[in-house]
Structure formats: structure tokens, C-alpha cells
């Protein structure tokens, strides 16, 4: 496996719409290998193609599946790899969280999200797949799924800051 490079703003692959995969060929699964290398090492909890220069439809995120917002560490972590990725349902509620990105590296941003979603899309061997996600999985997906068309957290962002030092918090 490969460590990726992960672009940073104003490179303007950030700023794209991604493209549909339509092929899932060896190239892709070595991506997508690449990509979640990259992710954990990063470290963070999800990473879009875009974000290492690919203008595709493409994330990958990994995240303790739990209710807690801050679950404890040691926490089994789901991988989920989605190929297409769409919102397809939405929460009323929403909620104001924290968020940063390691293509926005120094800055993190109170964000408001949708609590709960359902998405669907391919997995990566191109078989349609629909998860349910609720709390900071769902705020990572929908953060993932941003970047896709285009979006970085501080477009969304009510406030941006940079954080104190010591101040950790979960990077996409």
C-alpha cells in the first residue's frame, strides 16, 4: 500500500464536483487500499478522493459505531468504503459540532449537521449498499459527502478558529 498525498485549499480539486465511478476495476481497489492507508495515517476518520487529488465519487470513513460522541478508544471501529455515495433520507433534527480536515489543515469549525441519515450507494466491488448512521458517523458522512461536491466545512462553518494547542479532535 501507498501513502497518498492529501491536497490541501486552495488547490482547486477541493472545489470540483466529483465525477460517477462507472468502472471498479484493480485501479480502483488500489485506490481505495491506498486510501484508507492514508486515512489511518493521517491520522483521521474519513478521507474522499478529492482530497488525495481524485475528482471521483469515492469515500472511505472509519469510526467507532457507538451512540457516544467521544467513545472511548479502544472501541471496535466500522470501515465503511461507498463508491456514489448519496443522502437519500435526513434527520429533522440537527445539531452543532465540532469539525476539522486535514485539507484544512490549522482550523477547525462549528458545523451544523443533520443528527441522523440514511445513504446509499455501491460498495466496492459495485454492489448497492444503503447504511443507516446516527450522531458523529452521520456528521462524518455528510462532511465525506461535502467534499464530493465541492463543499469544505468552513463554507458551512457558523464560526472557524484556530484550535489551542492540545485540543484534539476528529479529522476527516
Not at 18 to 35: G, P, S, Y
Not at 45 to 66: F, K, M
Not at 118 to 143: C, D, E, S, T, Y
Request: with cysteine; charged share 30%.
Amino acid at each position: 500500500m501507498s501513502l497518498l498525498d492529501i491536497v490541501s485549499l486552495p488547490d482547486p480539486v477541493l472545489r470540483r464536483k466529483a465525477r460517477k465511478v462507472t468502472v471498479f476495476d484493480k485501479e480502483l481497489q488500489t485506490l481505495i487500499d491506498n486510501m484508507i492507508h492514508t486515512m489511518r495515517e493521517a491520522p483521521g476518520v474519513g478521507l474522499a478522493a478529492p482530497q488525495v487529488g481524485e475528482s471521483i465519487r469515492l469515500v472511505v470513513v472509519e469510526y467507532p459505531d457507538t451512540d457516544d460522541d467521544e467513545p472511548d478508544e479502544d472501541a471496535p471501529k466500522k470501515l465503511y468504503v461507498m463508491v456514489n455515495p448519496e443522502i437519500v433520507e435526513t434527520s429533522e433534527d440537527k445539531e452543532l459540532g465540532v469539525e476539522g480536515c486535514l485539507s484544512v489543515p490549522g482550523l477547525v469549525g462549528e458545523v451544523e449537521r443533520h443528527t441522523r441519515i440514511v445513504v446509499k450507494g455501491l460498495n466496492r466491488q459495485g454492489k448497492p449498499m444503503k447504511v443507516k448512521v446516527k450522531g458523529w458517523m452521520a456528521r462524518i458522512f455528510q462532511h465525506e459527502i461535502d467534499h464530493l461536491d465541492g463543499i469544505v466545512f468552513p463554507d458551512r462553518a457558523t464560526r472557524v478558529w484556530q484550535p489551542r494547542e492540545g485540543e484534539e479532535l476528529p479529522l476527516d
